[in-house]
């Protein structure tokens, strides 16, 4: 959900983070997969890390601050940084920096995505409500049916809770994926139907659970 597109103009220059001659401070937190945060470093003032590994690390330096970044192949970037500001472009390109803050506000600003995703929280709660509301008043339940449709052997009351948090754990899964695919326009009805399926779970779930006590 972060983004930044740098007008080639604005590129001061581009190296490798083992050439500065000196050991670049990680941001807090920072683990493999997801080195991001910002740090001030006395040589190189702001650096803003944007990156997934440190062994391919990448800075590329700007008049606002230095992104540090992870290609696959930074020998290749380079080469095709270097080949652009050679040939130059007709329609150059536009500074625009996208925040997480800013797209999630984008997300809410859609009537739809925050309907469904509404939904769903909401149905994941009454699930919760409604299997606190029910344990008290139940001795033992069963769970299912084992292999020759038979029900299972009764269990403490207590284990109805596992149902709504499937439904939590799938809620935030459908979420966390559906905001992926959201950044994308071509890709954003994959991210309405992983939120669909976030109101259809607590939906069956609730099924279930009046199912099995009534």
């Given amino acids: 959900m972060r983004g930044e597109d740098i007008p080639l103009p604005q590129i001061e220059w581009i190296r490798p983070a083992s050439d500065?001659?000196?050991?670049l401070h990680m941001p807090p937190f920072a683990v493999p997969?997801?080195?991001?945060?910002?740090?001030?470093m006395s040589d190189l003032g702001l650096v803003e890390f944007m990156a997934s590994e440190t062994s391919t690390?990448?800075?590329i330096a700007t008049p606002a601050c230095i992104?540090?970044?992870?290609?696959?192949?930074p020998n290749r970037f380079i080469h095709n940084y270097?080949?652009?500001?050679?040939?130059?472009?007709?329609?150059p390109l536009e500074s625009h920096s996208t925040v997480p803050a800013v797209f999630l506000q984008h997300v809410w600003d859609d009537r739809l995505a925050r309907t469904l995703i509404a939904v769903g929280l909401g149905l994941t709660l009454t699930l919760f409500i409604?299997?606190?509301i029910l344990i008290p008043s139940q001795n033992s339940i069963s769970l299912g049916y084992d292999i020759n449709a038979m029900p299972l052997?009764?269990?403490?009351?207590?284990?109805l809770l596992l149902?709504?948090?499937?439904?939590?754990?799938?809620l935030a899964g459908d979420l966390i994926l559906g905001l992926y695919f959201y950044q994308r326009q071509a890709q954003r009805p994959a991210a309405y139907l992983l939120w669909i399926s976030g109101i259809i779970t607590p939906l069956l779930l609730i099924a279930a659970v009046v199912f099995i006590l009534f």
């Fill in 153 to 159: 052997a009764p269990a403490a009351p207590q284990r």
């Fill in 20 to 23: 500065l001659g000196f050991r």
């Fill in 33 to 40: 997969g997801a080195i991001l945060g910002r740090r001030n």
């Fill in 57 to 59: 690390l990448l800075l």
């Fill in 130 to 132: 409604l299997t606190g």
């Fill in 163 to 170: 149902l709504p948090t499937l439904a939590a754990i799938m």
């Fill in 67 to 73: 992104y540090a970044v992870s290609p696959e192949d």
């Fill in 82 to 91: 270097r080949r652009a500001i050679e040939l130059g472009s007709l329609t």
